[in-house]
């Protein structure tokens, strides 16, 4: 599979001169399976250029789309997704519980005359809701994709990729804690993410920043470095990066977190995801 990065910020978009290298938008992953099938997890900001090189290539616009949750930096690019103005194109959309709910509320929520011009009745492609990963793994033209509940304000799912022998975790907007829900305790995710070849995980604090933040719904690098380090995956990926963190400063959060793990004798691959970037599991 490929996976590309085209939104890895959190809370809210940050575009400019010290957003370039880490990149400014809102969470939006493309995973592209080894026949062809796109599959998009979550609709920040990030699905607008995502969706602008779709239509502009003439690609294939048969879509998945996987909504962790339906808090609006994860949302609120989809009214600005090409593909759902394009009658030959076909979304199937799963994740959350309420994912067709928050999708929709963006175009109106009925509290006043709406809030986009146009309402999502009046969407050009065919949208289909499947509503099955909640109830166990799915299958996507042969990846098996699993989800693990979020412990985060209103829940979520965290997702686990396989195919032909490799695995990508994809777990944002998730707080490590022992103070968790039922199945959202770190040992939960230590099972989850077990030997993955990849895992992109929240880490948005620094260490020293998340007691005050704690019910937040989010981690610091340490407490990612641990879950990586517990789980025996290869790589981890920093993502959701803070809106007020500069590129400089993400630079010193991602270097801070290696020295980390060389203190604990470990040669864990680490790295922060990069707006743009795309990597061949």
Known sequence: ??????????????????????????????IILNN???????????IRPLGEYLVSSRKDLNLTLLVTHIHWDHVIGFPFFPPIYDSSAKIEIDGSVNCMKGLKYIFDNKMGDGFFPIRFDGLKAEIFHRDEIRKGPIEIDGTTVESVPLQHPQGGY???????????????????????????????????????????????????????????????YESALDLALNSGVEKLILFHHDPSRTDKQLGVLLEKCRESAIRKKSDLSIDAAREGSDFIL
């Not at 062809?36 to 990030?46: C, L, P, Q, S």
């Open 158 to 220: 965290g997702f686990r990729f396989r195919e032909g022998g490799k695995s990508l975790v994809f777990i944002t907007d998730n707080e490590l804690t022992e103070k968790a829900w039922k199945g959202s305790h770190p040992e939960d995710f230590e099972d989850f993410c077990r030997d993955a070849d990849i895992l992109i995980h929240d880490a948005q604090y620094l260490p020293e920043e998340i007691g005050e933040r704690r019910g937040w719904g989010h981690s610091d």
């Open 1 to 30: 599979m490929r996976i590309k990065f085209w939104g890895t910020r959190g809370s809210i978009p940050v575009p400019g001169k010290e957003t370039t290298l880490f990149g400014g938008n809102t969470t939006c992953l493309e």
């Open 36 to 46: 062809g099938k796109r599959v998009i997890v979550d609709a920040g900001t990030g």
